[in-house]
């Protein structure tokens, strides 16, 4: 089935499918102002506040890395109620500072949520592990590695910041991965929904479609980051009430 992303696993241009806290300062000692008289009584020096540690908000995201992958070991239940599950495995270039069973648990949780594609009763996804058979595989390569796969999958030229969808997978660019979009304003997991459900859409048949009217949801089919045209940035192929978000072809 075609498939592709954010820019979201997808050709990002219309003939393609490419479009997905720092710690507290540490607290300074209170200095006492000495007294003339008499003598001051010496003042215990404080005990320095610990410095919390640092967790980070940013993934480093180099420019370009080894072109080598590192498949996930972590399979999952079926989600939705197909009777063909897409199978996938997730791989991540190597040397990046992402665990590949986490961006796979991330994933396969995104496929999973009630306004996913496993709305309609007819689609399933299951997550398989390193080895198993697979219909897809979804790459997170770095922004050089990404755009020599996409050149050489489908000849898009993707410019060191989309993604694509190539023959048996999907290429997700780091950066997206990581910075999310300048047309996105939300949660950088949610940019990451965006980017996994363009894509799995391509997969499962559907083709780039572009803004209903001002005010709207974005259609996930969309490419949101080439700008909103006066919708509502949006991560899920269905609203809330269930109903499918779309909008005219492109």
């Known amino acids: 089935m075609a498939a592709g992303l954010l820019l979201p696993a997808t050709y990002f241009l219309q003939s393609e499918r490419s479009d997905a806290s720092s710690g507290a300062p540490r607290a300074r000692p209170t200095h006492l102002t000495d007294t003339p008289t008499p003598p001051p009584t010496p003042t215990p020096t404080p005990t320095p506040t610990p410095t919390p540690t640092v967790s980070r908000s940013e993934i480093d995201v180099p420019l370009t ?118 047309t996105f304003d939300g949660p950088i997991h949610d940019y990451r929904a965006l980017i996994i459900n363009h894509e799995m859409g391509h997969f499962l048949g559907y083709s780039h479609v572009t803004c209903g009217g001002p005010g709207q949801l974005a259609p996930v089919m969309m490419q949101q980051i080439k700008g909103l045209h006066g919708c509502v940035a949006n991560a899920w192929p269905y609203d809330k009430n269930g109903h499918l978000v779309t909008g005219p072809p492109v």
């Open 65 to 182: 890395g080894s072109g080598r992958f590192v498949t996930a070991q972590a399979g999952g239940a079926t989600v939705g109620t197909g009777s063909r599950p897409l199978r996938y495995v997730v791989e991540v270039e190597s040397g990046l500072d992402i665990s590949p069973s986490q961006a796979a648990k991330e994933i396969a949780g995104i496929l999973a949520a009630p306004r996913g594609w496993t709305h309609d009763a007819g689609t399933a996804f299951r997550l398989v592990s390193a080895g198993a058979p697979h219909d897809l595989t979804v790459k997170i390569a770095t922004p050089g590695t990404a755009d020599a796969l996409c050149w050489s999958g489908i000849q898009q030229d993707t410019g060191g910041e989309y993604n694509c969808e190539i023959p048996g997978g999907v290429v997700v660019n780091l950066k997206r991965w990581v910075k999310g979009s300048p």
